[in-house]
Each structure stands twice: as C-alpha cells, then as structure tokens.
C-alpha cells in the first residue's frame, strides 16, 4: 500500500491469471480464525458488521476442510513452526512468496499450479 496524492493505491499481485468478471476476495479476519467458522464469523459480524458469505464461510464438513488445507499448503510458511502468511513480491524480476513472519522467502508457483 502507498501513498500518492494524498490518496491511498492498493497494489495486488496474482499468482494466477483471474478470469474477467472474477469475484477478488480479502480476508478481513487474522489467519488463526481460518480453522473455525463460527468464530471467523462472529468475529466479522462484532467488528466489520456484517455476515460473511464468502465460499469458505459457505462451505461444510469436508469441502471446508479441503479449501482450509488447499489455502494452508499455498500461504503459509513451510519454515519450521513459524505458521505465518505468505504475501507474493517480485524480487530481481522473479516472482516469490515471502513470509511476513520470518520473512523467508520460497518459489511463487506457477499460473498453472
């Protein structure tokens, strides 16, 4: 995020390519609610007021389950115990994931991955 012109720029880097028309999705929750639904979305509805309807907070049993370990396996730091999230920088024009953390640093995958 920056600044210019007194005006804030949000700047997102995909890892894959996004069809046109594409729902783009935050999470507004810390990563430690990503196991819980229930929490996560008492925890959206008390803070930001409203009641998520996201595919994850949509999903039951083991399609949640699924989409939790798919999610872990892409954004979290692999480094020991460390469990922090990956965030996508390009770095001497290669693209990588870099751990907020421990700020270790990984291959992005592929478009087709």
Request: glycine fraction near 6%; charge should be positive.
């Amino acid at each position: 995020q920056e600044v210019q012109n007194n005006q804030r720029k949000l700047t997102a880097h995909a890892l894959r390519a996004i069809p046109q028309g594409e729902e783009l999705c935050i999470s507004y929750s810390d990563a430690s609610l990503l196991d819980n639904t229930e929490k996560r979305k008492a925890w959206l509805k008390k803070h930001y007021l409203f009641s998520c309807n996201c595919s994850l907070c949509q999903a039951e049993g083991a399609e949640a389950k699924e989409m939790i370990r798919s999610f872990n396996q892409k954004f979290r730091c692999l480094e020991g115990k460390c469990g922090g999230l990956v965030f996508p920088r390009q770095i001497e024009g290669n693209a990588v994931l870099e751990c907020g953390t421990c700020h270790v640093q990984r291959p992005a995958p592929l478009a087709s991955d």
